[in-house]
Every structure is written in structure tokens, then in C-alpha cells.
């Protein structure tokens, strides 16, 4: 257990092993918890970061896998993607890619971020190398409370980015990255709550729920002329698309739903408004987005 995927992606960026020259291939869709790792590492070490653009919208899983595809050379060593983009909430094909990757030869880091408790999540049929989760998002856990994964044999391709008394152990695996002092016991306790609450109502359930809000609230912003960045095939979203709202101006919209209305949304300039439908949002919830948003469209018209 580590405190967020931010601080999971940084003992990957910081520890797979890679020479001078070595590439890792990521998108531009990547948080910045995700991929200033590797920008650090390219700066100290020499290593190249390739950046994959993502058409937005994506209209079909092949579109990804095609991009990385052309991108791999042979000094491609890694894949490193947001399984759940931050920018536009895309449901990026992690599977494929790794199974992209595994074929080629190269490594995958998944930033699963935004996936735990939001959808159902099984690292071992991804087939990924490194996964990495901050479960306060979707899960409602406490912060604090992050993972990393390592698939068992991938341990000895990455260095600890901590050391202490079983850093070198070979028979510990992958609990040697686990090695980082006093951890923080009541972060983990309230981790395993969150878990034990989404279990009793079902990951099966609360994902349902994620499509079919996300969806209803899709589809609500389209009639309002709002324009999907996200995916165009709905296995490419969950529980979050970001629509193009111009030409309202996202952040001026944001100002006045928190001052005029206590509604908090969140985006990007100049007009990108990501539409979260977490299990707790409820349709009056929606209802009252809604409102807002035409009383505040009318007010500019």
C-alpha cells in the first residue's frame, strides 16, 4: 500500500530499469501525477518520452491501438497510459494495449487512478505489469490509501525507490516495495470499509449505475448542444465525459455555479466540462445541473 497513484507512478517512472535512449510511450491525456515522473527521469537520466496524441473523440478502441502501435521502435521499453484518462474521462482499451505490448516485448504501467470503485477492475486479465490506484476517488476511501501493483516476476525490473530492511530480499516479491516505514493504520482500515461497503452493493451494480447516469447526463448535455470529447463507442466511457460547452467559457460557468448555486464542476479552457456521475449522485442531483446550466445559458443569451 502506498499514499495515491501519484506517489505508485513515481516508483515506476523512477525505478523501471532503462538505459540512456530507452524510450516509454504515454499519451497526452495523462495526469500530471502520471507523467512527470518520466519527464524527470528523461531530464536526469536520458531516457526518451514519446506522447501519444488521442483523437477526441475516440471513436473506436482501434484508433488507441493503432497510435501506439506506430509509435513502438526498438528502443521502446515501456507503455504507459491512464486505464480512466483525467482530461476527457476515456476509458482507454487496457487490455489490448497490454496484450500490445506483452507481444512487442515491452512492459505496461497502467494509472488506474480513477478505475477502483468506479468500474470492476481484475489486474490479472488486463495482463499489465504495474498498476497503479487512488481509491479515495471512486471508492470513497480515505486519502492516503493508494496501491501499486506488480505482477509476480516483474519484481526484479524495478528498482525501490525507498530502501529499508527487505529491499534486496529476494523471496519477499513485490512486499518489498512495501517497505516504506510507519505506515498509516487507520487510512487502511477505512481502505478495506470502503471496500466491504462497494461489495455489499455489488461492483456489477455501481458500475451499471456509473453508464447508465453518465449516459443520462450525456445525453442531457447533448440536447443542450454540448458536444462529447470523450469516446463515441460507450465502452470507451463510465462514470466520467467531458463535453465541448463553447462557446461558454468553462471557467466563468464555474465561478458562478459555486457562488450563485454551491455546485461544484470541474473542466478545462476554454469550454471542456467533464461530466462525474459518481453512485452517490442522484437524479434530482442531476436535475438541479441541469437548471443551473440553462438559467445560466438563458442569462447570456
Known sequence: MLRNATEANNYISNGFKMNPGDEVVITDQEHEGGENGWFLRAKRYGITVKKVALPQPIAKPED????????????????????VTTITGVVLPARQLCALARDKGIASAVDGAHVTG???LDVHDIGCDYYTSSPHKWLQAPKGSGFLYVKAGMEDHLWNTIASSSWDSPSGGAYRFQQIGTSNVPALWGLKAAIDFANQ????????????MNQAMLDAMEQRGATNI???????RCALTTVDI???????????MWTQKKIRIRGSEPSKMRLATPYYFLKTDMARL????????AKLA
Open 64 to 83: 488507441v491501438l493503432n497510435r501506439f502501435n506506430d509509435a513502438i521502435t526498438p528502443r521502446t521499453r515501456i507503455f504507459f497510459f491512464s486505464h
Open 118 to 120: 468506479m468500474m470492476k
Open 201 to 212: 452493493i455489488g461492483m456489477d451494480r455501481i458500475e451499471a449505475r456509473h453508464r447508465a
Open 230 to 236: 470523450t469516446g463515441l463507442d460507450p465502452s470507451l
Open 246 to 256: 463553447s462557446p461558454i467559457e468553462r471557467m466563468k460557468l464555474e465561478d458562478w
Open 290 to 297: 441541469l437548471a443551473a446550466f440553462d438559467e445560466y445559458k
